[in-house]
């Protein structure tokens, strides 16, 4: 059984990294993975997209539209641009904290991220709202919200990965002065996701 995962952001969130420890924990169970990622304009504040693809015999490693079994986004205007490569019944998991874009801050424009959370939780799909950057705070660092969002991620049993296999991804890939309070992301990132649930 094939899952996809496609995750979105902008540069500097985490985004390839998260998108790296869901491949090595399908590859360390003995599964096939498949990734891709674009990249924006820049590597810091411009769009990412990271495509993940895990199970067997798997040819490419783009999803198609509709065939995302999940989106987790870093940024809400980011999950919303991806919303078409979201499968029916399928599930986004999203950090509310905008980051305003270039172009807002040129064009004196007010951008909250709000219309789009609003946009999301109107259009019928099964969204969890985690608050990332509140989990960062508690575990010492905001770099750490891409990792609390897998850990919700996770927890929708959508990906066909436990915690347990994204912890040991996490001691084989993180540096060892962070693997701590990834871990932690990651638990309260889950803990997260079940009490919205």
Request: hydrophobic share 45%.
């Amino acid at each position: 059984m094939t899952k996809n995962v496609l995750l979105c952001g902008v540069g500097g969130q985490g985004t390839v990294l998260a998108s790296r420890l869901i491949a090595l924990a399908a590859m360390e169970k003995g599964m096939e993975a498949r990734g891709a990622e674009t990249i924006g304009m820049a590597q810091r504040g411009g769009s990412v997209v990271s495509h993940v693809r895990i199970g067997e015999k798997i040819y490419s490693p783009l999803i198609p539209h509709g065939g995302a079994d999940v989106i987790i986004g870093f940024e809400p205007a980011e999950a919303v641009r991806c919303l078409p490569y979201l499968k029916k019944g399928g599930c986004v998991v999203v950090s509310p904290a905008p980051i305003r874009p270039v172009t807002a801050s040129l064009t004196g424009g007010a951008y909250t991220g709000r219309e789009m959370m609003e946009y999301l939780e109107h259009a019928g799909e099964n969204l969890v709202v985690v608050d990332a950057a509140s989990i960062g705070m508690e575990c010492g660092s905001p770099k750490v919200m891409n990792v609390a969002l897998l850990g919700a991620a996770i927890a929708s049993g959508l990906i066909g990965i436990s915690l347990e296999e994204m912890e040991a991804a996490i001691e084989k890939r993180v540096p060892e002065k962070f693997k701590d309070m990834n871990m932690k992301a990651l638990k309260l990132g889950a803990a997260a996701s079940a009490m919205i649930r």
